[in-house]
């Protein structure tokens, strides 16, 4: 995922939101350095229009 700049607490807000209904990530991999990823499948048609809408009209750094 690219690095959003503008609105980050939104944004942060609606990816946790979505996160939180779709229920534990069925992918999960912890890096050498102790970091925890994770990675959903998002399909439900409103949580991606509006992820959609967040991330186009984002900055990117």
């Known amino acids: 995922m690219l690095l959003q ?7 942060q807000t609606a990816l ?3 996160i939180e209904q779709a229920g534990p990530a069925p ?5 050498q350095a102790g970091r925890l990823h994770e990675v959903w499948s998002i399909s439900d048609p409103a949580a991606v229009a509006e992820l959609t809408l967040w991330l186009a009209a984002a900055t990117w750094s």
Do not use: F, N
């Not at 700049?5 to 944004?11: I, S, V």
């Not at 992918?27 to 890096?31: A, F, K």
């Open 16 to 18: 946790t939101k979505v």
């Open 5 to 11: 700049t503008e609105k980050a607490d939104e944004l």
């Open 27 to 31: 992918v999960t991999d912890q890096d």
